[in-house]
């Protein structure tokens, strides 16, 4: 039985859901990727000279977290990413 190579499954930003940008003050979004299996979700003030900073550790339940960011309102820029610890 030949066994043929694999990748990792990235978790993946909900982009269509309803919880997907600001709403109530804050702002948000869905991540799915298999049970379990936790994600940092990191911010940076700005992507030329970023330092990428931890905002919140998510374990996805079901399949799925919903992260959201009241702090968000207090900055004139944040950009997100998820890091796999």
Known sequence: ????PT????????ASEASFGVA???FGFTIS???????V????M?????TWLP???NTLVGGSS???DPQWTNLTSRFYRIRIP
Do not use: Q
């Not at 990727?33 to 994600?39: A, G, S, Y």
């Open 1 to 4: 039985m030949a066994i043929g």
């Open 24 to 26: 109530m003050n804050r």
């Open 41 to 44: 979700i990191e911010a940076a």
């Open 46 to 50: 700005d992507l030329n000279n970023s």
């Open 55 to 57: 905002v919140k550790a």
């Open 7 to 14: 990748a990792l499954w990235p978790p993946e930003v909900r």
């Open 66 to 68: 919903v992260f959201s």
């Open 33 to 39: 990727w298999p049970d379990d299996n936790v994600v």
